[in-house]
């Protein structure tokens, strides 16, 4: 890898880091870019082929697997829930949660996680974390695969 390429690398982990901290706060991809240094379209595009995804397919990723974890809390509703992790439209975040997980918040709040329970944060946001391409894992698909 040329010096140019790991600076890159760099500064593109450091908007994904930015996501990663911020996902709750609106954040968009022309001041993602500018966190990379870098302008809005070549961001995009450096970023989809170092992680696999767009910038906001990423943070709407990071903001359902947040969600997820204060819905298996059932501390709050899935009101409270969308907009705590920076959603500002119920009927979106609703339909992109069913579409990512295979199920609706309210069905995935109600579901059984207590296997869940069992296992560490890091190895339960790993085994819940949404899947893009189509094969949404239900809640205990991914705990007997780790067993």
């Known amino acids: 890898m040329t010096p140019e390429e790991l600076a890159n690398l760099a500064h593109?982990?450091?908007?994904?880091d930015l996501i990663?901290?911020?996902?709750?706060?609106?954040?968009?991809?022309?001041?993602?870019?500018r966190?990379?240094?870098?302008?809005t379209a070549h961001f995009?595009?450096?970023f989809r082929a170092a992680y696999g995804e767009t910038p906001?397919?990423?943070?709407?990723?990071?903001?359902?697997e947040r969600a997820k974890l204060l819905l298996r809390g059932g501390e709050l509703s899935v009101t409270e829930v969308c907009f705590a992790v920076g959603c500002t439209s119920l009927g979106s975040f609703s339909s992109?949660?069913?579409?990512?997980?295979?199920?609706?918040?309210?069905?995935?709040?109600?579901?059984?996680h207590s296997?869940?329970?069992?296992?560490?944060?890091?190895?339960?946001?790993?085994?819940t974390r949404?899947?893009?391409?189509?094969?949404?894992?239900t809640a205990d698909r991914p705990l007997a695969s780790a067993a």
């Not at 966190?35 to 302008?39: E, F, I, P, R």
């Not at 906001?56 to 359902?64: E, K």
């Not at 949404?130 to 894992?137: I, L, Q, V």
Request: glycine share 6%.
């Open 12 to 16: 593109l982990r450091r908007a994904r």
């Open 56 to 64: 906001y397919a990423y943070l709407t990723t990071r903001r359902i």
């Open 35 to 39: 966190t990379a240094l870098m302008s």
């Open 115 to 127: 296997a869940l329970a069992q296992v560490s944060g890091c190895i339960a946001k790993d085994l």
């Open 96 to 112: 992109r949660f069913t579409q990512l997980v295979g199920q609706t918040p309210t069905a995935y709040r109600r579901g059984d």
């Open 130 to 137: 949404p899947s893009r391409n189509g094969e949404a894992r």
């Open 20 to 33: 990663d901290r911020a996902y709750a706060h609106p954040l968009d991809v022309a001041a993602l870019a």
């Open 44 to 46: 995009s595009r450096r």
